[in-house]
């Protein structure tokens, strides 16, 4: 029996490199994919939810709120994180309907939704004492 000779590939060295480099390019956007659509393609960042009172808040930032008394038990939710039972408390010179925080965070404020959807974080603690 005798042994075949492989032919030359017809397709140059170039060619071969290119389709791998394409190839490369569309493995990585494909295993990519899925973390760019799952953040939201790179928009609003995953806000953290808390459930208190038959109420949904949402997570904003507002450096500078000062929380006061206790007022119950919550639940968190979002970003990839367990439920979790969390200690709420009401905020200085804001309603609990409006806003309440959570023990151990100083720098969130719990916003329910609609409740001053335009104001900035700067903004966000003025709003909320109106």
Known sequence: MALRRLEPSRIGRRWRLLIGLVATVVI???LVAPVVIS???GGKPCAATLLYG???YVARDAGGSVQAIAIGVGVTRGCGVAPANVNVRSLTGVDP???IGISGDQTSVY????VCPSA???TLLGCLRR
């Open 120 to 122: 900035t974080s700067a």
């Open 111 to 114: 916003v329910r939704r609609g």
């Open 28 to 30: 990585a956007a494909v």
């Open 97 to 99: 309907v409006d806003a």
């Open 39 to 41: 953040s939201g393609g």
């Open 54 to 56: 038959g109420r949904t």
